[in-house]
């Protein structure tokens, strides 16, 4: 079916022009089977037409000729990146432990019998910007007792304790360390020191290290009750800690180190530290021999128990 528009086009006064003519063009089934169907209204007239070829080209041309607004692309998801292979709690991917474990014992028969032994055994693991140090030690000895044929402990202690360091420049590091100590013969059931500061590093030279620390620390000590019945000399306090740490090598093979730990308690009245000094020497890439020497004082101890207890150590140890 065929519906053609009519429409004049002109103005009063002026020569009317020639009527515009639109056609549309469309098909029905119902169309077909009448045979065409003509109607007017309001001035359209449908009438069968063929559909004219040049209307029909220019309508296709324009439409592909007509400006489209162009589609954005969508845009790619931000690719996430690959977690790291290893995740660690510090700054470093797989630091590495060097230390040592050593190892001594002393064994006497004849007219004296004695048994010594002991443990010692550090372990530092070293960051970009961390430094955590670990420390423990176990030390035993029994003398045969003639007159009752049996053996008395002379030795029985043992101690741990851990710091942390974190460094704000190459020299300079804050740090929070915890103590743990034991000593039978010194009625001491438990000593435990919390403490946390600051430290520097004064000397970092090849052949010479010194480092130093100082800060505050709480100090509970629990002492067993003595046999002669005094009383036991329980405390707590709030102690300064002063701390430092010396390493002079000596030659290719041999090492001199010192460590000291002491804690004044605020009010002055009370004190104990810890000086030890090693010497050692390498045997070989992994094995060591080692002189120690312990000193130790407490002005706070039970009575019948002196204030300074001394103690030397030689073993051998590995390293790793």
Known sequence: MLVRSLASVGAEGCHSSPDLVIEHSFESNS???SGGIDARLSGFKTTNHTPDPIL??????????????????AALPTPVE??????????????????SVNLGATISNGNTDTVAASVTTDAVKEWDDERLTLKAAWNYAEQGDTVTDGTNVTQR??????????FYSEETFAYASVSAENDDIAFLHLRTIFGAGVGRKFIQEETLKFEGEAGLAFVQEDYFSTPAGTPKADDDYLALRFAYALEKIISETTTFTQTMEAYPSVTFSEFNGVLDSRLKTKLSETMNAMIQWIARYNNNAPGGIGSTDTLWIFSLGWEY
């Open 31 to 33: 169309a077909k089977e």
């Open 56 to 73: 029909m080209f220019i309508t296709t041309a324009l439409l592909l000729l007509a400006p489209s607004t162009p589609v954005e692309a």
């Open 82 to 99: 690959p977690l790291a292979e290893s995740l660690y709690l510090f700054d470093d991917a797989e630091p590495v432990w060097k230390g």
């Open 157 to 166: 202690r043992w101690n741990a304790s851990g710091k942390f360091d974190h």
